[in-house]
């Protein structure tokens, strides 16, 4: 069967969501809960009432669209986020929603009918930037975490995640979590790394997401004048977790050949050009598909904070910020991504995910599967984000073909 | 002749300043033109009018009191500053003012008359914290600094110099630079360094007082998903940043015995935990007693952030802060300090000064010297900071030796 995407409608449906908190240079401002967010949640209400889907809200303001499948049987769940990173681009989340809108419009136009229900959905608050954590909708939604607790966090200005929800009218009737079983969850998003482009390829069968764990540092020295004390007197914090910044860049090297570290926050205090720095906290973050060799990774950062504070003669301590076992995908849903890529001709390659998605937490409730887009340049969380529309329709195509396997138990 | 000061009076006046502005800690709270500022300077200012002094009040708030001499002739100036940091301790400058203060009561008990005139001075704004930069006051005094320009400067909620100076009533009458050709200029200053301690000495005959420089190195790189961006693809601004940290610590070892080097401040952009640093600024400060040391120094530093940026794949700039040739003090004011010191039995050594001082500035008008007490384990701009009463008097006692000297032209 011949079964693709409208490509005009997919481009333009793309194009106007883009429109709602878009920045001069190109990218979104549509952070969760705001009234940009308010406003492209009303757009894509809209759109799924429109296309005779059963819309219902949550409690946490995830989104959902019924479409009935010919048979009483476990639902397909597609979909992603409507939210963005403070600057970031218009394909991150968006092109997974929009693809999901654009499959179910597109079985309406032919007239298919699936054995099992779809659900689309539009998680809340996947960027974290506002509140965090990130995955915020997803978590709660599958129980990781707490509804009552996620309610309370405040964002900078102290507004509460249940506030906001109220504000914008998205507190939805029904309880934040699976409202069925599942069948299963598929979901398309940017890579945001560079390896389908480098290898030329048009889509990527998601086979899991990387493990994390991150963590702080702070070392504690001797605030001092940076004239009157000598090189040999000086407690100094910074020069301790400068070395734990060059032990994170070289530790992923010793390890395997896709971890990854970084340290993406250095807190100086008293931050001052002319005071020997007495506390800094540095954080480190690791990922790898491989969870013995995420904490191996901790164990070695560790090891050299330990060993940088004997030498500056400072002391440490050491807080653990969050962490995450590797996902590995269900078979059935890397294989129908697969199959689905094949019958379209698109040049795939297996990759696994860097970046977390909310199909981590969909993962718990029922099988999971993504499909990535090809990310110019790997970048991400920037308005410099880009895909070619030709890179999303290839894509979206897979993505709703995979589902329609799905939901049709042709797997 | 015995000329000591009367101990028990010399106490009581460090113990009576330190609780204007005085912490919970045992500290001083006392920014230049703040309230704490204005009630020490009231103090200071009845204090000399009561001790016959002639009060001077120049336009930027610097405070002299003078003493006439039996003969026409040019001043000594004896003095410090009575600021303090946040939170800094209760001798630094204020024990250089008292000792000031204490001199001239002395003579007048003793009814000691000298050949030249000699004028105390408080100095405005020494510490730059409030306002930028460090030794304003003495720096006007000096012509080193624009007066239109430093009243122009502003604190943290705007405020300029000039409406802080009005505010408190010591915007005086006086043009802000040498009433007159002045003999000399003496200031006693803890030493903020750990040399006199460590050599078991009670006073320290300074010589002079370290050049510097400083400047600001700024790394751009690319940030980006730290999870989806392999290592190999990473332009990461923090690694370069942690390079020159590390360098800025190696180097002086490789200049000279007292060379120091120090990154006191460290600003990272985005600054999350989850994003590779796209934009990183490091300062960096050097200081020697060679002026070719520190050029030396800066160019071994510039060098290594070029070949960090190189590395790392990204780019840098750099940006002059500061920078001053080191000082030597003038031979009869360090032989009037020297033989003060002798002449009171003090144990004394030749130190040169880690940090920068007014009298920096005074050593442009006239020949000038400095007198250092023992700063216990050299900690200063700390509430802990130290120095026992028996070595603040000491130091007092060779200042005021010193100064009656070249008062007498006794050298």
């Known amino acids: 069967m011949e079964f693709t995407l409208t490509e005009d409608r997919f481009v333009e449906t793309m194009q106007t969501q883009a429109e709602i908190g878009g920045t001069e240079n ?35 303001g995830n989104m959902f669209g019924r479409r009935e499948g010919t048979r009483d049987l476990e639902p397909v769940l597609v979909g992603s986020h409507l939210d963005s990173q403070p600057y970031g681009g218009i394909y991150d989340g968006a092109l997974g929603t929009v693809a999901a809108l654009e499959f179910v419009r597109e079985l309406n136009d032919r007239g298919i009918e699936t054995e099992r229900p779809v659900e689309i959905v539009n998680w809340t608050n996947e960027e974290g930037s506002r509140f965090q954590p990130t995955l915020q909708g997803s978590g709660v939604w599958a129980g990781t975490l707490d509804v009552a607790e996620q309610y309370a966090v405040t964002d900078e200005d102290g507004v509460t995640v249940e506030e906001a929800l109220e504000r914008i009218g998205y507190k939805g009737d029904h309880p934040a979590e699976p409202a069925t079983d599942y069948d299963s969850y598929l979901e398309l998003h940017i890579e945001q790394g560079p390896y389908l482009e480098s290898n030329e390829k048009d889509v990527g069968i998601v086979t899991g997401i990387v493990g994390l764990t991150w963590g702080e540092i702070t070392f504690y020295g001797e605030a001092n004048h940076s004239g009157a004390t000598p090189m040999h007197h000086r407690s100094d914090a910074m020069v301790a977790a400068a070395d734990v910044v060059t032990q994170v860049r070289r530790i992923p090297s010793t390890l395997g050949e896709r971890t990854v570290g970084t340290v993406g926050s250095v807190h100086v205090q008293p931050d001052s050009i002319n005071v020997i720095p007495g506390e800094v906290s540095v954080t480190y973050g690791f990922r790898d598909a491989n969870a013995e060799t995420i904490r191996e990774a901790e164990k070695r950062v560790l090891r050299e904070a330990e060993a940088a504070a004997e030498r500056e003669g400072v002391t440490f301590e050491h807080e653990d910020r969050a962490s995450a076992d590797p996902v590995y995908f269900d078979d059935r849903c890397v294989d129908a991504v697969r199959r689905a890529a094949d019958e379209l001709h698109y040049d ?64």
Chains 1, 2 share one sequence.
């Open 348 to 411: 795939s390659m297996e990759v696994f995910s860097g970046g977390v998605h909310d199909a981590t937490h969909a993962d718990e409730v029922c099988d999971a599967g993504m499909v990535f887009a090809v990310s110019e340049d790997g970048k991400s969380h920037t308005e410099a984000e880009y895909t070619s529309w030709e890179d999303c329709y290839s894509a979206a195509n897979t993505l709703a073909r995979a589902a329609l396997k799905l939901a049709t138990d042709d797997v």
């Open 26 to 60: 190109g990218g979104l401002h549509r952070l969760a809960l705001s009234d940009e967010d308010k406003e492209v949640r009303d757009w894509f209400h809209e759109r799924m009432e429109r296309a005779g889907l059963d819309v219902r809200i949550d409690e946490f």
